[in-house]
């Protein structure tokens, strides 16, 4: 291996671990020789790497700089051995993505499920982020690729799929308010709630409709996992705001209803699969996006989640 990758893999999980024995032990050679090569190239730059305290060793600014570098470096190795497998036509590979909370149960565990049947050569890892932790990583090239709400203002991103996703209200089977295909948010008046808080996405979209219609909110409970407002929805603690996509596998087993907010200042949200721009996926990568690709409209807003068509005010 190149002395300059060797240096890497040491200053890496010295910058994890935060000490030259333990990092040692992880990576069985000396701790010398791996001082010894953290000290060369900290000569040559000019500059510290580590600050050397009592407690044990932290990056310095120019050591961020270069564990940045080297966690691009990393996967860039991992991309060139894909592709290196691509031409001796072998389907193997290691792909990473990053999700949404949102995404954890449904359309995405199944493409994965169908991914494994068809390449088991190809393993797949999936980071579930907050929505801008998902853009960071994707445009840092920590991910090959990623699914996010409202991408469009990075330049950092390329857009290989979207789909509009609604706000509306969420409410167990055989709630009247679940009749209605669409109702205003009005509607959840003097009922009790259980609405997202931050940094959930559609957090800020109940902030505005609660602004903006003046309301005084029956808010029950607030949280900032979607599993725990779902369940708290299906143990009858009261009326919860999601977005389509947060309950679409509990509303197709029939087991909450959906209502669309019809308040004309709401707009649908835009779901998208992104790449980072600056990079070409590789061919494991470009597989798994393919799969789920082909999907990605079943995450949309679909009427067949009502009960029925008419309209509420």
């Not at 010398?32 to 407690?55: D, H, K, T």
């Not at 090959?144 to 789909?163: H, K, N, W």
């Not at 009790?192 to 940094?199: F, G, M, T, V």
């Amino acid at each position: 291996m190149p002395a300059f990758s060797r240096f890497l893999r040491y200053f890496m999980a010295v910058g994890r671990l935060g000490s030259i024995r333990r990092a040692a032990d992880e990576l069985n050679v000396s701790a010398s020789a791996i001082a010894r090569q953290i000290l060369n190239v900290e000569a040559e730059i000019g500059m510290p790497l580590f600050e050397r305290l009592p407690s044990g060793l932290r990056l310095t600014a120019a050591g961020e700089i270069m564990m940045g570098a080297g966690n691009r470096w990393h996967k860039n190795m991992i991309d060139i051995r894909a592709q290196i497998e691509d031409l001796r036509g072998l389907k193997r590979g290691h792909v990473d993505m990053a999700i949404i909370d949102a995404l954890a149960k449904g359309h995405i565990p199944a493409a994965i499920r169908a991914i494994q049947s068809r390449y088991p050569g190809i393993t797949v890892s999936v980071k579930v982020l907050e929505n801008d932790a998902v853009r960071k990583a994707v445009a840092s090239g920590e991910v090959d690729f990623g699914i996010l709400f409202e991408p469009q203002s990075y330049r950092d991103l390329t857009v290989r799929a979207f789909v509009e996703v609604v706000l509306g209200f969420v409410t167990p089977a055989g709630h009247p308010l679940g009749d209605r295909r669409e109702a205003r948010f009005s509607a959840c008046t003097g009922s009790p709630l259980i609405l997202p808080a931050e940094p959930l996405a559609v957090c800020q979209q109940v902030a505005v409709l609660e602004g903006t219609t003046g309301m005084e909110l029956d808010r029950k409970v607030s949280s900032d996992n979607i599993q725990m407002i779902t369940s708290l929805i299906l143990e009858g603690v009261g009326i919860g705001v999601l977005t389509s996509l947060d309950v679409i596998t509990e509303i197709r087993a029939g087991l909450l209803s959906f209502t669309r907010i019809s308040d004309a200042l709401l707009r649908p949200m835009t779901l998208a699969l992104c790449t980072n721009s600056a990079r070409t996926p590789s061919y494991a990568a470009s597989i798994v996006l393919g799969e789920i690709e082909n999907g990605f409209a079943q995450l949309s807003y679909p009427a067949s989640m009502h009960r029925n068509a008419e309209n509420g005010d």
